[in-house]
Every structure is written in structure tokens, then in C-alpha cells.
T-cell receptor, first 111, second 114 residues
Framework: RKEVEQDPGPFNVPEGATVAFNCTYS??????FFWYRQDCRKEPKLLMS???SGNEDGRFTAQLNRASQYISLLIRDSKLSDSATYLC????????????FGAGTILRVKS | ETGVTQSPTHLIKTRGQQVTLRCSSQ?????VSWYQQALGQGPQFIFQ???????GRGNFPPRFSGLQFPNYSSELNVNALELDDSALYLC?????????????FGNGTRLTVT
């Protein structure tokens, strides 16, 4: 079983749509969770950390369900510029901030 | 704007050769991690350096080695290159090795092995 699993997509949505991505992780001892965004042939960039109580940053909302070992990212009012690969990331508890990445979910927002 | 810089940006090598990739961490960051990202995959952890010592290693063979210098810059060396080593190599720095410290990536070095 992969440490971090994501639906690869692609998710093709129209501008203005709401889209949600899910991710599951295997190590129940993981304590840090993030969503990164990666544009084609560029480096991953931190989108947001994910906190136990859930958190929001503008149009983006992240949720964590520790019992189910499940993380989600909701994007409201999608923009063309949101088109990217979204990487779900958790820490390896053996190494503090060694981060384990999922393979990513591709989002394509179309006009 | 990321403070992590990597060089070179692109590199083409032949199978069996050796390569050295370089990384300067963001100002104030004392931890450097290296990742390999193959096409269509997420980044895979190679190793991490904290205060010039290796602090964890992923599932990569010994021909992948690294160094961290007193100014916290770092090198990744790969010997006896194989075709499967073709990938984007990412360096990331962070403030500490503790949990909750997100990584800040450089632009990466795209290595092609022919």
C-alpha cells in the first residue's frame, strides 16, 4: 500500500466550479499535513498546511480526518490559473519533517 | 519568491558518468532535503541534511550521496548514472527538522541520462 494515495485525475471543470480532492495516508502517527501545488515542469509550492480543526485560505479549504486517515482540499469558484497538479503531503513520523508526497491530482479548469 | 537556488537547471549525462548537483538553501534555513521526481510521480525522498550531518535517507542506493557545508548549502552526487536516474531533482530547505516545518523548494535540476 502506498504511503500517500491520491486520485490522479484529471479533473476537468469549468471556471467557477467547486472541486474537491481527497487523499489517504497509511501512517497513523503522521502529525503534519500539507497541500502543495505544482505547475507543469516547475517545483512544488506550498499551498497550505492542514490543521486538525480544518482551515480555510480564501477559496481553498482543507480538512483532516485522523480517524479515517484522510485529507481533503476544496477549491471554490475555480479559476483558469488553478490548473495544476495538487500534491497531498504528510510527514514521516520517524524523521520529523521528512515529507512523503502523493503522486498528485491533475486539475484542469476550462473557460 | 523562493530563496532556494539550484544549479545547473538542466543537465545531460551519459550512462555510467557521475554528476554533482548544487543547492543553496533559503537564508536562515539549516536543513536541506533532496528529492527525486520522475515524470508523472510525486517527489521521492532521497536524504536530508541537518547541520552538516545526514539526518535520514530514503530508499536510494549508496551511489546517491550528499554533503552539507557550514553555510548550509548542499550537494547531491550520483555515481554510475543509470537511465532511470533521469528525473527532476529538487532541493528543499526548512527552518528546522521538527514536525510542522514545511519545505521550500528550489527550481530543480532536470537531469537526462542517455
Amino acid at each position: 500500500r502506498k504511503e500517500v494515495e491520491q486520485d490522479p485525475g484529471p479533473f476537468n471543470v469549468p471556471e467557477g466550479a467547486t472541486v474537491a480532492f481527497n487523499c489517504t495516508y497509511s501512517n497513523s502517527a503522521s502529525q503534519s499535513f500539507f497541500w502543495y501545488r505544482q505547475d507543469c515542469r516547475k517545483e512544488p509550492k506550498l499551498l497550505m498546511s492542514v490543521y486538525s480543526s480544518g482551515n480555510e485560505d480564501g477559496r481553498f479549504t482543507a480538512q483532516l480526518n485522523r480517524a479515517s486517515q484522510y485529507i481533503s482540499l476544496l477549491i471554490r469558484d475555480s479559476k483558469l490559473s488553478d490548473s495544476a497538479t495538487y500534491l497531498c503531503v504528510v510527514n514521516d513520523p520517524e524523521y520529523g519533517n521528512k515529507l512523503v508526497f502523493g503522486a498528485g491530482t491533475i486539475l484542469r479548469v476550462k473557460s | 519568491e523562493t530563496g532556494v537556488t539550484q544549479s545547473p537547471t538542466h543537465l545531460i549525462k551519459t550512462r555510467g558518468q557521475q554528476v554533482t548537483l548544487r543547492c543553496s538553501s533559503q537564508s536562515g534555513h539549516n536543513t536541506v532535503s533532496w528529492y527525486q521526481q520522475a515524470l508523472g510521480q510525486g517527489p521521492q525522498f532521497i536524504f536530508q541534511y541537518y547541520r552538516e550531518e545526514e539526518n535520514g535517507r530514503g530508499n536510494f542506493p549508496p551511489r546517491f550521496s550528499g554533503l552539507q557545508f557550514p553555510n548550509y548549502s548542499s550537494e547531491l552526487n550520483v555515481n554510475a548514472l543509470e537511465l532511470d536516474d533521469s528525473a527532476l531533482y529538487l532541493c528543499a530547505s526548512s527552518l528546522a527538522i521538527g514536525e510542522g516545518s514545511p519545505l521550500h523548494f528550489g527550481n530543480g535540476t532536470r537531469l537526462t541520462v542517455t
